[in-house]
C-alpha cells in the first residue's frame, strides 16, 4: 500500500508542478497584455506639453501588470522552494524580463510625474520673468529715443 500511496502522491506533485507552471505562465501573460503599448507612450494628441505629460502618465500606469506579475512571482517562488518545476531557468528569465520592463515603466512614469510637476511650474517663472521684464523697461520711453 506504501508504494501506491508515493505512486499517486507523486502523480499529485506531478500535476500540481504543471498547474503552477501554468499560473506562472498565464499571470506572465496577463501583465504582458497590461503593459502599455508602444503606440500609447510614443502617439499623442494634446494642445500643449502638460497635456502630452498626462496622457503619457496615463499611459504608463502600469499598475494591472504589476499585479498579475506578483502572483506570478509569488507562484514562481512558491513551485521554485519545492522544486517542482522540471525547468526553472526559462521561467525565471521571462519574470526577469517582466520585471525589467516593469521597472523601467515605473521609472518613466516616475519621470513624468516629475515633469509634470516641473513644466508648469517653470512656465509660471517664465511668465512673471517676462512681466517683469516687461514692466522693467516700460518707462514712458521708446526705443527710438
Known amino acids: 500500500m506504501s508504494s501506491q500511496s508515493t505512486l499517486a502522491d507523486d502523480d499529485l506533485f506531478g500535476e500540481a ?4 507552471r501554468e499560473e506562472v ?11 502599455p ?3 500609447a507612450v510614443w502617439d499623442a494628441e494634446a494642445d500643449n506639453v502638460l ?3 498626462n496622457a503619457l502618465r496615463s499611459a504608463l500606469d502600469g499598475d494591472d501588470a504589476q499585479e498579475h506579475f506578483r502572483q506570478a512571482k509569488k507562484t514562481f517562488i512558491v513551485g521554485q522552494r519545492a522544486d ?3 525547468d526553472p531557468d526559462s521561467l525565471e528569465a521571462e519574470i526577469e524580463a517582466v520585471e525589467t520592463l516593469l521597472s523601467s515603466i515605473a521609472e518613466a512614469e516616475e519621470l513624468v510625474g516629475d515633469l509634470t510637476g516641473t513644466v508648469p511650474e517653470l512656465r509660471n517663472q517664465l511668465q ?4 517683469a521684464g516687461e ?7 521708446s526705443d527710438d529715443e
Open 37 to 39: 503599448g508602444p503606440d
Open 84 to 86: 517542482a518545476f522540471d
Open 17 to 20: 508542478a504543471a498547474e503552477m
Open 25 to 35: 505562465e498565464s499571470h506572465l501573460a496577463d501583465a504582458r497584455d497590461q503593459l
Open 135 to 141: 514692466a522693467d523697461g516700460d518707462d514712458g520711453t
Open 51 to 53: 497635456g502630452v505629460l
Open 128 to 131: 512673471e520673468a517676462t512681466e
